[in-house]
């Protein structure tokens, strides 16, 4: 069982805005502002989306967006494009003992 | 550009120690500013953190390997190692080798991944 919890699916139109929640407790989410998305397509290794919770690395959309409140992290992505279908984790510092715990993962499909 | 890349046997025994390097490219692994992670993701699963170190040779482990991993650098070499003992099929994965840009899990380069089995 993943530490953080996310939705097992979500779905959108192009064009639509989808939100993908990553729920943990305040000994991580809560905690830090240290949350991070990842997008991962079938066959590739993980891409950071956002960081910080809410920034984004150079390159990446500004479609993409994160934002957290309490204990729950989330990753909006607006104008949904074909490519954006992928699978999606979120990550949390969550220091000392378990130091970082990701959430189960998200497949995010464009109808 | 940064690049990692993962190297290692594919396959490993139950009971046995896997053992991959990452090789560093584009940059050095003895930056102050960063860190360096492993994490695995079995067929179909999702990812888990198995480690982290920094250049001056601390580390941090997900608990729940309960000892069984050992992270290691090697600054000469500009490379990090995952050990892993007592291996079953449960250690099955695709292991990744990262950057950790900020020493708090958010990890910005990714190698692309090796695919190891454990089987007899």
């Known amino acids: 069982q993943s530490a953080l919890t996310q939705p097992r699916s979500v779905s959108g139109s192009p064009g639509q805005s989808v939100t993908i929640s990553c729920t943990g407790t305040s000994s991580d989410v809560g905690g830090y502002n240290y949350v991070s998305w990842y997008q991962q397509h079938p066959g590739k290794a993980p891409k950071l989306m956002i960081y910080d919770v809410s920034e984004r690395p150079s390159g990446v959309p500004d479609r993409f967006s994160g934002s957290k409140s309490g204990n729950t992290a989330s990753l909006t992505i607006s104008g949904l494009q074909a490519e954006d279908e992928a699978d999606y984790y979120c990550c949390s510092y969550a220091a000392s003992y378990t130091y970082v715990v990701f959430g189960g993962g998200t497949k995010l499909t464009v109808l | 550009q940064l690049q990692l890349q993962e190297s290692g046997p594919g396959l490993v025994k139950p009971s046995e120690t896997l053992s991959l390097t990452c090789t560093v490219s584009g940059g050095s692994i003895s930056s102050s500013s960063f860190y360096w992670g492993w994490i695995r993701q079995p067929p179909g699963k999702g990812l888990e953190w198995i480690g982290t170190?920094?250049?001056?040779?601390?580390?941090y482990y997900n608990p729940s390997l309960k000892s069984r991993a050992t992270i290691s650098v090697d600054t000469s070499k500009n490379q990090f190692s995952l050990k892993l003992t007592s291996v079953t099929a449960a250690d099955t994965a695709v292991y990744y080798c990262?950057?950790?840009?900020?020493?708090?899990?958010?990890?910005?380069?990714w190698g692309q991944g090796t695919l190891v089995t454990v089987s007899s």
């Open positions: 170190i920094y250049y001056s040779g601390s580390t």
């Open positions: 990262a950057r950790d840009s900020s020493g708090y899990g958010q990890f910005d380069y």
